[in-house]
């Protein structure tokens, strides 16, 4: 008998952290980390810098996602695009 198939990492999102990684990201979006720090830096993608570290919300990471990074309401591209 086969195995099920199980989803994709990119197809999984634990509901138990209210906080999604940059590898995460980055293997969501198939691109490199280096990209994601560089997205957040220019304020593409939405985060929080706490001194070295970024902090992005699963909800607002969805959030981005599922709009293509547009900001709510004004139907254009984010700034910096």
Excluded: F, K, N
Excluded at 14 to 39: C, D, F, K, N, T
Excluded at 52 to 66: G, K, M, N, P, Q
């Amino acid at each position: 008998m086969p195995e099920p198939i199980q989803p994709s990492p990119v197809d999984v999102i634990p509901s138990e952290s209210g906080r999604i990684s940059v590898p995460e990201i980055a293997q969501r979006l198939r691109i490199g980390r280096l990209a994601v720090y560089s997205m957040l830096e220019q304020g593409i993608l939405p985060g929080v810098r706490l001194g070295r570290r970024w902090i992005v919300t699963r909800h607002a990471y969805l959030t981005w996602e599922a709009t293509c990074g547009l900001h709510a309401g004004s139907g254009g591209p984010v700034q910096g695009q």
